[in-house]
């Protein structure tokens, strides 16, 4: 109402002052003291108009500051609604209707991550002064299609049954599975961070590596990490990333492993650990400039385990990989090498799976209006005696409804040789174990995927 007001009054001001004028010059005969009075009505109304001015302005910041208070309150708010500063909340909830068929005949089936896993998240820092914060991080998956928590047992090692030295048994659900971490930041001197976190390895494949990412029927960053066996994300590590210095970076990972307390051959159940187990370290280096971003990649890690039948000690898992894209504009091209071996322990003689291989994917993504095309193709190449190879095509649509909203369609296809019988995988599905080797599993699925 007040807007109005101050709206009609202004032209009621001007319209008055003319009148005035015009009557002085054509009315000579009005007496002075007329003269006078419609000059302090004039100034009356000049300040009320002032005043309704200075309310709107009021209302106006007043408003803004709501707007701003609100706005923040939204993007961390603790239980009482009250903004938490240096708290975000973020998530990822995915749910697709799939159609699959390992062997067993097709099956039809409601799941949950076929783009990506459903997550959520927590991510924290603060401001300890000159440039250094501390940060942390903790991320749970689950299933949409169950309501289940997507975790599993941590591997106990040899302390299954007595506390670690940490101080809590090894048996525990790991219900934070896909990051759980805290450390420092600077930006002159990089983030150093201690827990369960990503390898850089893998960050190369899964991100740059694939233009399927992490997701779908067909990516190669769910099959290729098999060989040399890559680690994907680890317990018990300490990440050191660098500042990015002229387009490169550093991503150096390494990992005490179980962490058991133990320095002998100890049974659990049918295999044998030390102290050793999982241990090792991962190292990747990044460059990026214009439309190329490329990384190499290379890791050496302990296995948690070793089979009593033959094997003298923990097997070594060691690789390399090199990865590559290039945005073109009317379409982005990746491409991905690696090779690994695991070996040690007298493993390539007795249980010789994957103790040598090697593989490559190349996939594009052409942008189409708000929507995407992607396909890709990937090769594992099994060198040890075993010879079980693999190849994996896929071919996926993607729709931007609106920011941070998709939906999308999926066909990917696993070609076994006679021997191999690996399994179809999506961004946090697996279609399940094959019926036989030699069987090529197939899978179609249409979702959406949503991010907030």
């Known amino acids: 109402m007040k807007n109005c007001n101050a709206s009609r009054i202004r032209p009621r001001k001007l319209a008055y002052g003319i009148a005035v004028m015009g009557l002085a010059a054509a009315m000579p005969a009005f007496a002075e003291t007329e003269v006078e009075a419609l000059k302090r009505e004039l100034a009356e109304q000049k300040q009320l108009i002032q005043k309704l001015i200075a309310n709107q302005d009021s209302q106006t910041r007043a408003i803004a500051k709501m707007e701003t208070q609100s706005a923040s309150g939204a993007t961390a708010k603790g239980s009482s609604g009250t903004a938490i500063p240096g708290i975000t909340f973020y998530g990822t909830v995915d749910v697709n209707v799939a159609s699959t068929?390992?062997?067993?005949?097709?099956?039809t089936s409601i799941n949950?991550?076929?783009?990506?896993a459903s997550s959520v998240g927590v991510k924290g820092q603060k401001d300890l002064g000159h440039k250094l914060r501390a940060v942390g991080e903790v991320e749970v998956g689950f299933d949409l299609s169950t309501g289940g928590v997507g975790n599993g047992a941590v591997t106990p090692g040899v302390n299954a049954t007595s506390p670690s030295s940490g101080g809590y048994l090894g048996n525990g659900?790991?219900?934070?599975?896909r990051q759980a971490y805290a450390g420092l930041a600077s930006d002159d001197f990089g983030t150093l961070t201690l827990g369960r976190q990503y390898t850089g390895s893998y960050v190369a494949a899964a991100i740059l590596g694939n233009a399927f990412g992490p997701g779908f029927f067909g990516s190669g960053a769910t099959f290729l990490p098999v060989v040399g066996g890559m680690p994907t994300r680890v317990n018990n590590s300490v990440v050191y990333r660098t500042p990015n210095l002229s387009g490169f970076s550093g991503w150096l990972t390494y990992t005490v492993g179980s962490e058991n307390n133990t320095s002998?051959?100890?049974?659990v159940g049918s295999t044998t650990t030390t102290d050793q187990a999982g241990s090792?370290?991962?190292?990747?280096?990044f460059y990026k400039t214009g439309a190329l971003s490329t990384a190499l990649t290379s890791w050496n890690v302990l296995n948690t385990s070793f089979v009593t039948a033959g094997e003298t000690a923990l097997a070594?898992?060691?690789?390399?990989?090199?990865?590559?894209?290039?945005?073109f504009g009317f379409v982005k091209l990746y491409g991905t090498l690696l090779s690994g071996k695991i070996s040690g322990g007298n493993y390539e003689n007795?249980?010789?799976?994957?103790?040598?291989?090697s593989g490559w994917s190349t996939s594009a993504a052409i942008p189409f209006g708000d929507g995407t095309i992607i396909a890709s193709y990937s090769k594992l190449d099994d060198k040890s005696s075993l010879n079980k190879d693999g190849n994996l095509i896929g071919l996926a649509y993607t729709y931007q409804l609106v920011k941070g909203t998709k939906v999308y369609g999926s066909y990917g296809k696993l070609t076994n040789n006679q021997k191999a019988s690996y399994s179809l995988a999506n961004g946090g599905d697996l279609v399940g174990n094959v019926a036989r080797p030699g069987f090529d599993p197939t899978g179609y699925m249409v979702g959406v995927n949503s991010s907030f």
């Not at 068929?101 to 099956?107: H, M, P, V």
């Not at 949950?112 to 990506?116: F, K, L, P």
């Not at 659900?173 to 599975?177: G, R």
């Open 264 to 267: 002998l051959n100890t049974a």
């Open 173 to 177: 659900n790991q219900i934070f599975s």
């Open 112 to 116: 949950s991550g076929g783009m990506t």
């Open 350 to 357: 007795i249980t010789r799976t994957l103790s040598e291989s």
């Open 280 to 285: 090792g370290w991962d190292l990747a280096l």
């Open 101 to 107: 068929n390992s062997g067993f005949g097709s099956k």
């Open 316 to 327: 070594r898992k060691s690789g390399w990989q090199a990865v590559v894209n290039y945005d």
